[in-house]
């Protein structure tokens, strides 16, 4: 697996006014994916991983597990991670702090070593993601945990199963109590957890180690703990986040692009929301077809834990609008700096405010190219669907962001009619 350059020094260069046509497949979900690779180090032995994505942030999490005694190889789009019977626990500082998915080893590592430093996670700038419920969860099943100098420190003589509600549904702390719940003793029950696909895949990995986990995918997961796990092959499910991607590309760009390698069901919510805006949206069992005659209606949005709107899209929610009929409300539920993307929109023409949690975007008929910077993975590629509808060419600066989450991306785009090229940043 060779992931996309990820200099900082690199740009993207748009032309507008194309049209996104054809077939494309996605990969296996970067949400998913990393996370699974965490999981590995629950297992002694070797653990595959089939349907990986060429991205950044894979290789970024093998120098994680590396750092803590693993031998990861990549090739194709498999992973096989070789977890030692003895691991380290102090996670490497500089691979952490620019991998926000790296507090995904906190479970894993506690559960079976009963002990973890890691250091707080880097990656996207849209927002805190506090710690607190990750550690509220491992206290419950007799963890002990505080922060010392920017690090968080767990530990335990041992781990007994309990039962923990979330306040909220994160995905993270979701994913923190299972990982280290599966081998404590006992049963744990956590209430109110997140419901998205990638948990479902997460908890499929572990019931195929041995693990007992039942409800994944419901609010209520119960954990019936084990004494250990066996490693195994597994498949990483389709990236929903990039299918929906090409799915809103397609319509705001006026085009007809079928996604295959993805469950519809995981984008439920989006595909209906694009058929209010005037897009015809057709399924199958794995595959989505989406066009769009004439411009799109305003549509309102807000997004909210799966099966609701995904954060992830907001920012190509913002874009749709942006070239819509008439004035939407896009709605932030989850991350309060994810409305930076609306600073690069107004760059390019767009009539729109913020207040709150609350976007107001009136959409125009084509917009203005600019140069742009993308803040996050998914604000990348809404500024590059967003210079497709420009009238000239538009750069997006700090397209790493974008490496760290879509699979060949400019191959991706051009395969579908889209002019891409990445230059150096001129700067």
Not at 45 to 54: E, I, Q, Y
Not at 187 to 212: F, W, Y
Not at 353 to 370: F, N, Q, W, Y
Not at 378 to 383: N, S, Y
Request: hydrophobic share 40%.
């Amino acid at each position: 697996m060779s992931a996309n350059p990820t200099s900082r020094e690199e740009s993207f260069l748009v032309r507008g006014g194309t049209r996104l046509s054809g077939e494309i497949s996605v990969a296996g979900a970067k949400n998913s994916v990393l996370k699974l690779m965490a999981v590995a180090l629950m297992a002694e032995g070797r653990t595959t991983l089939t349907n990986c994505p060429a991205i950044s942030d894979v290789p970024a999490m093998a120098d994680v597990l590396r750092h803590l005694g693993c031998t990861v190889e990549i090739s194709g789009d498999t992973v096989v991670i070789d977890t030692p019977a003895e691991l380290g626990h102090v996670a490497d500082d500089k691979a952490a702090q620019r991998l926000r998915a790296s507090v995904c080893i906190l479970g894993p590592l506690v559960g079976r070593h009963h002990r973890a430093v890691l250091a707080m996670p880097g990656g996207d700038a849209i927002g805190s993601r506090p710690l607190n419920w990750h550690q509220n969860g491992l206290n419950r099943l007799g963890a002990r945990t505080h922060m010392d100098h920017g690090r968080l420190v767990a530990e335990a003589t041992e781990l007994r199963g309990a039962d923990y509600e979330l306040s909220f549904p994160s995905v993270g702390a979701t994913e923190t109590f299972v990982t280290a719940a599966v081998l404590a003793e006992g049963t744990s029950v956590l209430k109110n957890a997140a419901r998205e696909p990638e948990i479902v895949d997460i908890c499929d990995l572990l019931n195929e180690m041995g693990a007992q986990i039942s409800g994944a995918g419901t609010s209520t997961i119960t954990i019936r703990g084990v004494d250990g796990l066996t490693p195994v092959s597994h498949r990483v499910i389709g990236d929903r986040i990039v299918a929906a991607t090409w799915a809103m590309g397609a319509v705001m760009t006026r085009g007809d692009v079928t996604v295959t390698g993805i469950d519809p069901m995981f984008i439920h919510v989006v595909l209906e929301n694009l058929r209010a805006v005037g897009a015809h949206v057709e399924t199958g069992p794995d595959w989505i077809r989406i066009s769009q005659d004439g411009r799109p209606r305003a549509r309102d949005i807000r997004t909210l834990p799966f099966p609701g709107f995904p954060t992830d899209l907001q920012p190509m929610a913002i874009a749709l609008a942006s070239v819509s009929q008439g004035m939407s409300v896009v709605t932030e539920n989850l991350f309060e700096a994810r409305f930076r993307f609306v600073e690069e929109m107004v760059r390019m023409g767009v009539n729109a405010e913020t207040d709150g949690h609350h976007a107001k975007i009136v959409g125009r008929e084509r917009l203005d190219s600019a140069t742009v910077w993308a803040s996050d993975i998914r604000a990348g590629a809404g500024l590059v669907l967003a210079g497709m509808c420009a009238d000239d060419v538009t750069e997006v600066c700090e397209i790493f962001h974008i490496d760290r989450g879509y699979s060949d991306f400019v191959g991706n785009v051009r395969a579908l009619g889209g002019e891409i090229e990445r230059v150096p940043t001129n700067r």
